[in-house]
């Protein structure tokens, strides 16, 4: 076997920066989308702070066709899309649009589910405090909500770190596209196995730290 | 008197159609500057939803609720704000901010204010020192225990010197003596900040303690209301006298009776415990008897008197908005002409329900009202012709002047 590392160590290295680059991007664009469409999912549900009946439908059915769908399917749907905002259809960028915009309504989901579990009191509390809506929003739901949110975005991490492996198949880099071309290709099992200690320990490293923080925000 | 909120007709109903439910229905009730207010009834009455009108958390269906001369049912969102910033509420959950520190809780409504840092600060620091958590300011919720946590309530819920504190079932979750220690908190919020207080409980203890006024609701409905005192010693309606049962417990209740029958044959009495008027002048007293309406001493002084002997074998007296009630069930023992004498010296001071002797009783318990059918009027002689044992006591208070 060809066990060339001097050639293929600065190339997987790239390829780990490549995949941080994505997978970094992806979660602050997606996630922030995320939030905000989550908060509304929760917020304009019947009985809610914002209630409000088309905003939740249109959110809910949005969030209910985009999820199912699977991420290399998706890639080449929002085709269009991408090469009217980001120009061209391949690449990195092409990838973390697609990405971003899959993540958006995964989070979506994600957020709305951990905000369903805060309790209505403390909010009616902030209510009864002459809070608005917005400030209770950002000032009490989320705080409020922070230890589980923490450790629904690391999941989302791990997904998204799924997800960018794909990449290699619109012409973009990272970690799967390196086990592809140079391990799978070329039948060069010991780069698969060695990109997958790395993905293990990305991976691993986030769930660490995911479960940290989360603690931290715990408050118990 | 000047009432700081006023229910007029105030009607709030949830849902449409067949499965509306009529939560607040027609309440026209006023609730005084500076009094604290109890709400009681059982689950579902409506007492949430009753107070949840005033601070406008519930807007009223129709009616109307004026709070500082305000109706608050015409207001916008953002005026309500304002109004809601007036107005303290503590809940049975406590409902602090896991998120925050004790003195985060604290300090939220007044950054919801926009005060500066330096004023939260410095309010916050007199905030803890009144409700004793001075040393708990840099803990989270979660490491307090119930009574703790209440206490932040309360003070989150002064934070912004408000004039209306509205407390709904706020030491339901509590054990009794963390219980009195919230109350006695409350107790000290309206005398030394004169803040008028609603209280919500369906804990009779709760509104027997603290509560000056008091309303009972039923579906939806006020069916009763006054001063603490008048409405639980002369309960009128059915859902009040029970509540008074229950926690009073001082009448012997028919098979309670008839155990003591059984130990004492001898004839018993039934002599009503309650606040004289402590000035000794009214006409229709008798001396020694009279002098201060009833007390528990008093009873035996007229005893001895009459050269009666009495066991004392059952009773139970306690405090309603600070002031003694109960009553004490007696076995006399002594000449039979004493006896009577004596009970008619009692009438006149207080209310006295003449249960007979063992082989002849001549009444039921006023206790049965909770069973089912009215009780019986005493046949007793010299007896005043009331259908309602409570009736009495409504006129014996008015013989008292009332409570003040
Ligand atoms: N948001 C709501 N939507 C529909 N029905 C409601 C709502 N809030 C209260 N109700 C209904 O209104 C009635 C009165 O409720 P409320 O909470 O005011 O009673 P409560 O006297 O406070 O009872 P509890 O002692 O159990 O707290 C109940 O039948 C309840 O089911
Ligand atoms: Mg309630």
């Known amino acids: 076997m060809n066990r060339d590392w001097s050639t293929l160590g600065p190339i997987l290295l790239e390829s780990v920066r490549e995949t941080l680059y ?34 939740f439908t249109v959110l809910n059915v949005a969030v209910n066709i985009v999820r199912p769908i699977p991420f290399i399917i998706f890639i080449t749907a929002v085709g269009p899309l991408t090469l009217a905002t980001i120009g061209t259809t391949i690449g990195n960028n092409a990838v973390i649009f697609a990405m971003s915009i899959m993540a958006a309504f995964v989070t979506a989901r994600i957020v709305e589910q951990n905000l369903v579990a805060t309790d209505p009191g403390v909010i009616e509390a902030a209510r009864a405090m002459g809070a608005s809506r917005l400030r209770i929003i950002v000032t009490v ?3 409020e909500a922070l230890a589980p949110l923490i450790l629904g975005y690391t999941f989302l991490l791990i997904g998204i770190i799924d997800m960018s492996a794909l990449a290699g198949y619109v012409g973009g880099g990272g970690l799967g596209n390196f086990a592809i071309v140079y391990g799978y290709q070329r039948f060069n099992w010991e780069v698969t196995f060695v990109t997958v200690l790395v993905i293990i320990a990305i991976v691993q490293l986030a769930q660490l730290l995911g479960n940290w923080f989360a603690r931290k925000a715990l408050h118990r | 008197m000047t009432s700081v909120i006023s229910f007029r007709d105030a009607t709030k109903v949830f849902g449409g159609g067949p499965d509306a439910v009529r939560a607040v229905d027609s309440v026209t009730l006023d609730i005084a500057r500076g009094e604290i ?25 129709s009616g109307q609720v004026i709070v500082d001369g305000q109706d608050v049912t015409t207001l916008r969102e953002a005026e309500l704000r304002k109004v809601r910033a007036g107005i303290g509420m503590i809940f049975q959950q406590f409902n602090l901010m896991n998120s925050r520190t004790v003195a985060g809780n604290v300090g939220y409504p007044l950054k919801v204010a ?34 703790q946590k209440q206490r932040v309530g309360i003070a989150r819920a002064l934070a912004t010197s408000p004039s209306i504190l509205l407390a709904d079932e706020a030491t339901s979750a509590l054990d009794p ?97 309650r606040e004289g008027d402590g000035y000794g002048t009214g006409d229709s007293r008798v001396d ?15 005893l001895r008197r009459h050269g009666v002997d009495g066991t004392i074998v059952f009773g139970g007296i306690t405090e309603i908005d600070e002031r003694p009630f109960g009553s004490l069930t007696v076995e006399l023992t002594g000449d039979d002409a004493a006896i009577d004498a004596l009970i008619a010296d009692l009438r006149r001071a207080t209310d006295v329900h003449d249960l007979g002797i063992g082989d002849a009783p001549s009444d039921r318990t006023t206790a049965d009202v909770v069973g089912g059918s009215p009780p019986e009027a005493s046949t007793g002689e010299g007896d005043e ?9 409504m006129d014996a208070i008015r013989r008292h002047g009332g409570p003040r």
């Open chain 2, 385 to 393: 012709p009331d259908a309602d044992p409570y009736g009495f006591a």
């Open chain 2, 114 to 147: 926009g005060w500066s840092k330096q004023d939260r600060r410095r309010r916050v620091g007199e905030l803890l020192e009144f409700v004793g958590l001075t040393d708990k300011a840099r803990s989270y919720p979660a490491k307090l225990s119930g009574g």
């Open chain 2, 37 to 61: 207010f109890g709400v009681i009834g059982y689950s579902g009455a409506g007492k949430s939803t009753l107070v949840r009108l005033i601070n406008a958390l519930e807007t009223a269906t």
């Open chain 2, 177 to 273: 003596d963390t219980t009195q220690d919230v109350l006695a908190l409350l107790r000290r919020v309206n005398r030394e900040l004169g803040v008028t207080i609603v209280v919500i409980t369906h804990e009779m203890d709760v509104v027997r303690s603290i509560a000056h006024r008091v309303a009972v609701m039923e579906h939806g409905k006020v069916i009763e209301h006054g001063r603490a005192y008048d409405v639980f010693a002369a309960p009128r309606e059915r859902a009040t006298q029970r509540f008074v049962a229950s926690t009073l417990q001082d009448r012997p209740s028919p098979d309670v009776l008839d155990r003591l029958r059984h130990r004492h044959p001898g004839r018993m009495i039934t002599v009503t415990v």
């Open chain 2, 288 to 302: 020694g008897v009279g002098g201060s309406g009833g007390s528990g001493v008093d009873v035996l002084a007229a």
């Open chain 1, 22 to 55: 994505m997978v970094s991007i992806t979660i602050g664009v997606g996630g922030f989308l995320g939030l905000v469409f989550g908060v509304l999912l929760y917020a304009t549900r019947k009985g809610n702070l914002l209630q409000n009946a088309v905003v």
């Open chain 1, 141 to 143: 739901l989320i705080p």
